[in-house]
């Protein structure tokens, strides 16, 4: 087994592991990332997208906006539903969805 740090400019170490079995043309690579770090990128806007869904779309979204959320675009109907999209502070994507049976007729 080899142990090291892998680290991009300008952020955090991460230790890894790298393990090899003998007669096998691969091997396996972990990197060990606590808690604490995963919340410090997300932090940064570094966590991709969250979905979150909701009975009506169109009512959270009223009531998000009315609260100060802004949004990305309005409520938009697609195939699989209902969504809309706003950023966190962070700059992390989140998407809204009100998730119906898919229909070709709502687009």
């Known amino acids: 087994m080899i142990m090291g740090e892998f680290c ?3 952020m955090q170490k991460i230790p890894f592991t790298c393990s090899y079995l003998p007669g096998k ?3 396996h690579v972990t990197f060990w990332m606590c808690i604490g770090y ?8 570094a966590g991709g997208t969250l979905f979150l869904t909701t009975d009506d779309c169109q009512a959270t979204y009223d009531e998000l906006s009315a609260r100060g959320v802004v949004f990305n675009d309005p409520p938009t ?5 209902v969504d809309t999209s706003f950023r966190d502070p962070s700059g992390n994507n989140v998407r809204l969805t009100q998730v119906m049976e898919f229909s070709l007729d709502r687009v």
């Not at 995963?38 to 806007?45: E, H, P, R």
């Not at 109907?77 to 539903?81: D, I, L, N, R, S």
């Open 77 to 81: 109907a697609q195939p699989y539903g």
């Open 8 to 10: 991009l400019q300008g």
């Open 38 to 45: 995963i919340f410090a990128l997300v932090a940064k806007g």
């Open 25 to 27: 043309s691969n091997f």
